[in-house]
Nanobody
Framework: QVQLVESGGGSVQAGGSLRLSCAAS????????MGWFRQAPGKEREFVAA????????AYANSVKGQFTISRDNAKNTVYLQMNSLKSEDTAVYYC????????????????WGQGTQVTVSS
């Protein structure tokens, strides 16, 4: 069982940066693939980024490649999402999730989800 709590969301002007954090409970955090997903108003939840347990593999949605960076600190049971050059279209609720799969970008592969944190980007 893994419990996930996101933090770091907020309001920022276009061009600004935010770093989201996701703190996990559970002794086996380091064995999970971790992902970030987001849901904008009126849209379905979509994949943003994922990182394998070792940090050796990462994946990004095309829409955020080069703009967002996912990282993890297994000693702190925490995964991060550094978001730079934010645009209004990045406005969404951002969710952290954990997967038992070797590596996946598919929502259905993720077993545990946080409650989400709101990111609002104003132009």
């Amino acid at each position: 069982q893994v419990q996930l709590v996101e933090s770091g969301g907020g309001s920022v002007q276009a061009g600004g940066s935010l770093r989201l954090s996701c703190a996990a409970s559970g002794r086996t955090f380091s064995s999970y693939t971790m992902g970030w997903f987001r849901q904008a108003p009126g849209k379905e939840r979509e994949f943003v980024a994922a990182i394998r347990w070792s940090g050796s593999n990462t994946a990004y949605a095309n829409s955020v490649k080069g703009q967002f960076t996912i990282s993890r600190d297994n000693a702190k049971n925490t995964v991060y999402l550094q978001m730079n050059s934010l645009k209004s279209e990045d406005t969404a609720v951002y969710y952290c999730a954990a997967s038992n799969h070797w590596f996946s970008v598919i929502q259905g592969s993720y077993d545990y989800w946080g409650q989400g944190t709101q990111v609002t980007v104003s132009s």
